[in-house]
C-alpha cells in the first residue's frame, strides 16, 4: 500500500497571457492533482518573471508553486496531462524529502527578504554606523 508523499509542482505559464488565461491554467494544473488523486497543501504565486533563457520564443514566464501529497504512481498520471497543455511552458514536479524540508527551513530562518521590516533595519544599522566613522 502506497503512503502519500509531499511533492513540490513548480509551472512556468505563458507571461504573455492576460491574467485571465493565467488564473484559469493554475486552476487546471490544481484540478489535474486532485482529480488525480494528490490533495493541495499550499499555492504561491510568484508571478510575472523574466525567465533566464527564451522557452518557446518566449521571455517572460508567470512562475508558481504548488506543494501537494500524492501517492507515487499519480506523479506519472500527473505528468502526463501537463506535458500536452500548451500554456504551460515548463513543470517539474520534485519530491520533497526530509533533508530537503530541513535545509528550506533553515534558509527561511536566516534569509531576510528585500524590502522586509527587518531588511530596513538591518540598513538603518549599516547607515548609522557609517555616520560614526
Known amino acids: 500500500?502506497?503512503?502519500n508523499k509531499l511533492y513540490e509542482c513548480t509551472v512556468i505559464i505563458d507571461g504573455g497571457l492576460q491574467d485571465e488565461p493565467i488564473a484559469e491554467?493554475?486552476?487546471m494544473v490544481q484540478k489535474v492533482i486532485t482529480e488525480k488523486g494528490g490533495s493541495i497543501k499550499s499555492v504561491l504565486d510568484i508571478g510575472r518573471r523574466k525567465t533566464a533563457y527564451p522557452i518557446n520564443k518566449?521571455?517572460?514566464g508567470y512562475y508558481a508553486h504548488i506543494e501537494?501529497?500524492?501517492d507515487t504512481?499519480?506523479?506519472a498520471e500527473i505528468e502526463r496531462v501537463l506535458r500536452y497543455e500548451d500554456v504551460l511552458l515548463r513543470y517539474l514536479i520534485i519530491?520533497?524529502?526530509t533533508p530537503l524540508l530541513e535545509?528550506?527551513?533553515r534558509v527561511e530562518k536566516y534569509s531576510v527578504v528585500i524590502g522586509s521590516p527587518e531588511d530596513k533595519a538591518a540598513a538603518e544599522a549599516e547607515a548609522s554606523e557609517e555616520e560614526k566613522k
Open 58 to 60: 518566449k521571455t517572460i
Open 25 to 27: 491554467a493554475m486552476a
Open 1 to 3: 500500500m502506497e503512503t
Open 103 to 105: 535545509m528550506r527551513k
Open 95 to 97: 519530491h520533497l524529502t
Open 73 to 75: 504512481p499519480v506523479i
Open 68 to 70: 501537494f501529497t500524492a
